[in-house]
């Protein structure tokens, strides 16, 4: 009988049996991935993208305050204010105050008014529509003739200076402090300080 080499079917059978293997184990985790972590600069390069979804944040040296655009024209303490009249706000004028001395604001009771930084209780009125009250006579200040209404209120003593302008009419607030009364030849320091902000008014015609 010849003889017959077994090497080459060994090595067949053994092949075989690694490829059924590799089948079985491939069977039992069908889902398995393969996990590969970012290099240093695949990192970086993601991270310097930019996101239309992210803002970008300032730099520590950006200005991130609110922008005020001031109303007023300011030369040194000098404030140039330029109001209007309600209700249709069709009259402007300017007048001119010291910082130092007034200060602006808005809101209750009295809407837009300088309260005096030294004197409690003293506001001009810059925004108020005059209310039917009497007239208790004229003072000049500057270059208007201004008519003098003192109001009904109790316990305070209102006024308010009014200077016609074709059909229609300007008019300033003097809110003085308790216990101070208007006078047209005894001022007090509220109202002389408010009657020279008045000398500075000015009608605006542009």
Request: proline letters at 8%; glycine letters at 4%.
């Amino acid at each position: 009988m010849p003889c017959i080499s077994l090497s080459p079917i060994v090595s067949l059978v053994v092949v075989m049996a690694t490829i059924l293997l590799a089948s079985c184990s491939a069977s039992e985790h069908p889902s398995q991935s393969r996990i590969v972590s970012p290099t240093p600069d695949a990192t970086a390069a993601i991270i310097s993208q930019e996101s239309p979804l992210i803002p970008s944040l300032p730099s520590n040296n950006q200005d991130t305050s609110p922008q005020v655009v001031p109303t007023n024209a300011i030369v040194g303490n000098m404030v140039v204010y330029k109001g209007m009249m309600p209700p249709e706000d069709r009259l402007q004028y300017t007048i001119q105050y010291d910082s130092d001395t007034w200060q602006y604001s808005e809101g209750e009771p009295f809407g837009r008014i300088l309260t005096h930084q030294r004197i409690e209780g003293c506001h001009i009125g810059l925004y108020i529509i005059p209310e039917i009250a009497d007239a208790i006579g004229t003072v000049q200040l500057g270059n208007h003739l201004w008519t003098v209404y003192k109001t009904a209120a109790i316990n305070l003593d209102i006024v308010y200076y009014s200077l016609p302008h074709g059909e229609d009419t300007f008019a300033i607030y003097l809110f003085l402090p308790s216990q101070s009364r208007f006078s047209f030849d005894d001022k007090g320091p509220c109202q002389q300080e408010a009657e020279a902000v008045l000398s500075t008014f000015q009608i605006v015609t542009d």
